[in-house]
Antibody
Framework: QITLKESGPTLVKPTQTLTLTCTFS??????????VGWIRQPPGKALEWLAL???????RYSPSLKSRLTITKDTSKNQVVLTMTNMDPVDTATYYC?????????????WGQGTLVTVSS | QSALTQPRSVSGSPGQSVTISCTGT?????????VSWYQQHPGKAPKLMIY???KRPSGVPDRFSGSKSGNTASLTISGLQAEDEADYYC????????????FGGGTKLTVL
C-alpha cells in the first residue's frame, strides 16, 4: 500500500523560503519509472502543478514558478523535499505530494492528505 | 502556460449521464495521449479516475470513461449516483521546448 504525507510549516512570512517534505512508503524512488510530484490548491480554487522528480533524478518544474522552486529526493529516507523561495500571500494553499505511477508525468496516484500553508506577516 | 478550460459546473439527475469537457491546445491535450482526470470531494485529496485519456485505474467504476478529440478531452459519467457529486479536474502533459504538466480549472458536478 502506497502512502504519502506532507510536512512543513503551517505559517510563513512574506519573502521567506518554504520547505516542505513528502515522506512516503510502499514504493522506492530508486525503482525505474517511479516519481513524486507536488501540486497545490489555494482555498476555493483549482489545482496547480508545481514540480516532479523521477527515480533517475529527472526534474521538471512549472514554467511560471521555475525560478522559485527546487525539488530534491533522499532515497534512503523515502523523502522528497520541495523548496519555494520568496513566499507571497498568493502562495497560501494546500500543498499536496503524490506518487507518479509512470513516466507520463500526469498520472498521480495516490495523493497525500495535503498540508495547508498560510503566508502572512 | 494557461490552465485547461473546463465548464465551471455541470449537473444531472441520478441515473443520467453527464460529460465534462477539457479544452487545451495542440501543445498539450491535442498533442499527446497523456490526459488524466481527478475527482475531489470537499476537504479531501484528489483521486485519479482516468489516465492516458481513457484508462481506468483498478477500483474505479466503469461508469467513468474518458475520450479525446482534437484539443478537447472529455470525461463521461453514466448512471449518475449521489456520491459522484464532487469537483473534477483534467490534467495534461504539455511541452514544446520543455515538458510540464497543466491542470484544468475544475468542474463542479451537482447530482440533482
Amino acid at each position: 500500500q502506497i502512502t504519502l504525507k506532507e510536512s512543513g510549516p503551517t505559517l510563513v512570512k512574506p519573502t521567506q523560503t518554504l520547505t516542505l517534505t513528502c515522506t512516503f512508503s510502499g514504493f522506492s524512488l530508486s525503482t525505474s519509472g517511479v516519481g513524486v510530484g507536488w501540486i497545490r490548491q489555494p482555498p476555493g480554487k483549482a489545482l496547480e502543478w508545481l514540480a516532479l522528480i523521477y527515480w533517475n533524478d529527472d526534474k521538471r518544474y512549472s514554467p511560471s514558478l521555475k525560478s522559485r522552486l527546487t525539488i530534491t529526493k533522499d532515497t534512503s529516507k523515502n523523502q522528497v523535499v520541495l523548496t519555494m523561495t520568496n513566499m507571497d500571500p498568493v502562495d497560501t494553499a494546500t500543498y499536496y505530494c503524490a506518487h507518479i505511477r509512470d513516466t507520463a508525468m500526469v498520472n498521480y496516484d495516490p495523493w497525500g492528505q495535503g498540508t495547508l500553508v498560510t503566508v502572512s506577516s | 502556460q494557461s490552465a485547461l478550460t473546463q465548464p465551471r459546473s455541470v449537473s444531472g439527475s441520478p441515473g443520467q449521464s453527464v460529460t465534462i469537457s477539457c479544452t487545451g491546445t495542440s501543445s498539450d491535450v491535442g498533442g499527446y495521449n497523456y490526459v488524466s482526470w481527478y475527482q475531489q470531494h470537499p476537504g479531501k485529496a484528489p483521486k485519479l479516475m482516468i489516465y492516458d485519456v481513457s484508462k481506468r485505474p483498478s477500483g474505479v467504476p466503469d461508469r467513468f470513461s474518458g475520450s479525446k478529440s482534437g484539443n478537447t478531452a472529455s470525461l463521461t459519467i453514466s448512471g449518475l449516483q449521489a456520491e459522484d457529486e464532487a469537483d473534477y479536474y483534467c490534467c495534461s502533459y504539455a511541452g514544446s521546448y520543455t515538458s510540464y504538466v497543466v491542470f484544468g480549472g475544475g468542474t463542479k458536478l451537482t447530482v440533482l
